[in-house]
């Protein structure tokens, strides 16, 4: 058969392309980053602790560790949790690569549980079936912002002993049965890239209400070393004076960062409810086309979105998902893919990870796209956006 051109028929919905993901960043942002350049402190200065205090306002955590970036806040929370050689830890393949390669860093191992086919996020009844005596930790990811299952999940967790890391990439501004997500699991995880909710150009954070866990991060974070007093060994022989207790990194975030992340924070209301309009909008229109599906949600998640995931109906096409995915640039829509399910991948395949390990993960990949959503979309934007997937999927309807 024939192909039909990558343009639906007729001339592109949009003479302009729009991103899948954008910043925003405006005057408050811009004079907040300044004023730190003019400051005799860019790093290691008053900003993280300021960031740090309001990280724990905003998510009800009673502690906040700024980090350089998101994958050094779950290394250092799989530090911190005691994770190394010969355990396992249980994660989603549908996430970025960070959420497993921290297990590797620790020299532990990944293992993969599948998903729920409606809402994309791990499965606790998978998680359950494969624990072992070696697993030590679950890191459960807020996939696309929506909350995890944390009940099941931490009660999985309490049943075996293990502790629970939230990998909340996506997902700051989400709650979980009205509770900020970021006060619930043992530790979460926050990364600040510029696509996510707010940004600090790069950037992470952990957040933890256990205080040994906090002592642990904070160590950790700035190579094990401390001017502490009351955790040195000895009494310091002066101001000058530091310690090594531990083998840690230099995971800081620099003051720059964080004066840009404080005023980001000052905007998360507004950014939350932009997008939560979006997707509302999106569901709406996207859940009568017949050839399309909409990810559900579970009603104890009020979340936050930070993807909007549209999966397609192979069966009511007459093109896959690649086909799709041109279409919709050939209409100036751009897209993305979230995400590749990490054991596919040719390092893992050289761990001795095979294909067919999460079937419902496996399915979910080859039919999804990640479409526009940021605070900065206008109204037609937005409706640009539903008519160029209206328009792809009529024309190529089965």
């Known amino acids: 058969m024939t192909e039909k051109p990558a343009i639906a028929g007729g001339t592109p919905v949009r003479d302009t ?11 408050e942002d811009y004079g907040a980053v300044l004023a730190v350049l003019k400051s005799p402190e860019l790093t290691c200065g008053p900003k993280i602790e300021e960031l740090e205090h309001r990280l724990c306002e905003v998510t009800g ?3 906040a560790v700024a980090v350089s970036n998101g994958t050094a806040a779950l290394h250092l929370a799989c530090l911190a949790a005691g994770i190394g050689e010969g355990d396992e830890v249980i994660t989603t393949p549908i996430t970025f690569a960070a959420s497993a390669n921290c297990a590797l860093y620790c020299g532990a191992r990944p293992v993969f549980a599948d998903i729920n086919e409606k809402t994309y996020n791990i499965d606790p009844e998978s998680v359950r079936a494969h624990v072992t005596r070696h697993t030590r930790a679950v890191v459960a990811v807020d996939y696309t912002g929506q909350s995890a299952q944390l009940d099941a999940l931490m009660e999985i967790c309490r049943e075996h002993g293990l502790l629970l890391i939230t990998d909340g990439a996506h997902s700051i501004g989400t709650r979980y049965k009205g509770q900020p997500t970021g006060s619930i699991a043992d530790m979460t995880t926050f990364s600040f890239h510029p696509v996510k909710t707010v940004t600090g150009g790069e950037g992470g954070a952990i957040t933890t209400n256990d205080e040994t866990l906090y002592e642990k991060l904070c160590l950790l974070r700035t190579h094990g070393i401390t001017r ?20 840690g990194y230099n995971y800081r975030m620099t003051d720059i960062q964080a004066g840009l992340l404080c005023s980001q924070l000052n905007k998360l209301d507004r950014f939350k409810m932009r997008r939560k309009e979006i997707v509302r909008r999106y569901d709406e229109a996207f859940s009568q086309i017949a050839q399309l599906s909409v990810q559900e949600e579970i009603p104890e998640s009020d979340t936050t979105r930070h993807l909007y995931i549209l999966r397609i109906r192979p069966e009511r096409l ?16 751009c897209c993305n893919v979230h995400y590749i399910p990490v054991y596919y991948f040719p390092y893992y395949r050289k761990l001795g990870y095979e294909k067919g390990l999460c079937p419902k993960a496996e399915k979910l990949y080859e039919e999804i796209l990640s479409l526009p959503l940021y605070y900065g979309m206008s109204d037609q934007d937005v409706e640009d956006v539903i008519a160029a997937v209206s328009k792809i999927a009529a024309y190529y309807a089965r």
Do not use: C, S
């Open 17 to 27: 392309q729009i991103f899948y993901g954008h910043q925003f960043l405006d005057e």
């Open 61 to 63: 955590a009673k502690y």
């Open 228 to 247: 502490n007093q009351a955790w040195m060994e000895k009494e310091a022989d002066g101001p000058w004076y530091y310690e090594q207790l531990a083998l």
């Open 318 to 333: 007459t093109i896959g998902r690649k086909q799709f995915f041109e279409a919709l640039y050939a209409e100036n829509v």
